[in-house]
């Protein structure tokens, strides 16, 4: 059998075996099973800006998801390159309206839980073609996601990254394997421009969200309600989104749920100090999967989209939290995830995962692919500060698991 990164296993089983004994016993020790306290992730300090997170994260919204110029029909994030676009032999930018392409999402394989670390490397291994159909998510029951039906309920993923983090990636060469193997022999050091900016989409077609939402009762009204797109003839519907900003060295990271999403504030609660009137809402213990409704606007916030000429369907989008550490200054890990990203799609539990300590073990070694001790960590949501053990002799991808797909 050929072994992960096309690296012999014999030689190194030792060393790999103690590196997957660390991960497990540290993922282990995060399992919600186990009795481990975590906290939800809040706004904190942002470099540069008098800006706590959440209202950073907002007014990237605003940009992002305003009118893209000359783009008739499409938003900022959706003239900026794609995975295939980036982790390519011959990486392009994209033109101006060029069709949309979903892929399947790249993390669910390895967050498939009970499977082990060398069924989680084989599944990385394999996540090439990228953009294909949209398919069905890994845990539909967790989200109450209908999981049969004509056509068969699926959930597609697009990740965008802004041309200052395409044009970093590209002119170092780390968008392959060969070029990876060759900054590892150099020991460079990736650190993406401040101004890098990553965002990871989930679309789900109109016919499906209207089989997962019967409420919202015809086409015509998820149109008035969603950001919706076209791809392959078919319609979609926008319902989760992952922001991340370079603009810290742990990165600033934000994900937004669309307010009609099926327990959207579960488990860890929503919390918005600038874009939500409401600032927190707490998770309904008595009921999973519930309805949480509006999350009406503050003054600022919908000032800064009348501004940058916002369709009104953004504002049916709610920021469930931002996050810039890995823990609070007591020590506890700080949780954030996404009910439709990390529950259904990734068949993980929100309540224990981690944006940050997710990222931060993206890495490479000297094959120029991710070490099998760091791909072993998906399946566990880790949360809290990332164990040292689990990066020897690997160089990190400054928190972007995009280094998967490179060919």
């Not at 983090?165 to 193997?181: E, P």
């Amino acid at each position: 059998m050929k072994s992960i990164c096309g690296t012999p296993v014999l030689p190194k089983r030792s060393a790999i075996l103690a590196a997957l004994l660390s991960a497990s016993s540290f993922a282990l020790a995060q399992s919600p099973n186990a009795l481990r306290v975590v906290e939800t992730a809040r706004a904190g300090p942002v470099q540069g800006s008098k800006q706590n997170s959440d209202e950073y994260i907002w007014r990237l919204l605003t940009q992002f998801a305003a009118p893209a110029p000359g783009v008739p029909g499409a938003v900022v994030f959706e003239t900026w390159a794609s995975d295939a676009e980036t982790f390519s032999a011959n990486p392009v930018w994209p033109s101006a309206g060029a069709p949309k392409k979903f892929q399947r999402s790249v993390l669910r394989g390895n967050r498939t839980h009970g499977a082990g670390p060398a069924s989680t490397a084989a599944t990385a291994s394999q996540v090439s073609p990228i953009d294909v159909p949209c398919s069905p998510p890994g845990n539909a029951a967790a989200g109450g996601f209908p999981a049969d039906g004509t056509p068969l309920p699926c959930i597609a993923e697009e990740v965008r990254r802004n041309r200052p983090q395409f044009d970093y990636i590209v002119t170092n060469g780390l968008n392959t394997k060969a070029g990876l193997a060759a900054a590892y022999a150099r020991s460079v050091d990736v650190q993406m421009p401040t101004s890098a900016i990553s965002i990871k989409g989930d679309w789900v077609p109109v016919q499906t969200l209207l089989k997962w939402i019967p409420e919202l009762g015809s086409v015509d009204r998820i149109r008035q309600l969603y950001y919706t797109g076209v791809a392959d003839k078919v319609e979609y519907a926008v319902v989760a989104l992952h922001v991340s900003s370079r603009q810290n060295p742990n990165w600033v990271w934000g994900t937004f749920e669309h307010q009609k999403s099926p327990g959207r504030c579960d488990d860890l609660g929503c919390h918005d100090s600038f874009g939500a009137v409401k600032h927190v809402v707490a998770p309904d213990r008595s009921a999973i999967n519930t309805q949480y409704g509006a999350c009406e606007k503050s003054p600022a916030l919908k000032a800064l989209m009348a501004e940058a000429r916002l369709s009104p369907v953004w504002q049916n989008y709610c920021l469930k939290s931002s996050q810039v550490d890995y823990t609070a200054k007591n020590g506890t890990p700080y949780a954030l995830g996404n009910s439709v990203i990390e529950r259904i799609v990734g068949n993980g539990t929100v309540a224990a995962s981690s944006c940050i300590t997710c990222h931060a073990y993206a890495s490479f070694d000297a094959t120029g692919a991710p070490p099998l001790a760091a791909q072993a960590m998906l399946p566990f949501n880790p949360t809290g500060k990332p164990l040292p053990a689990v990066l020897k002799n690997a160089l990190k991808y400054d928190f972007t698991w995009g280094v998967l797909l490179a060919k």
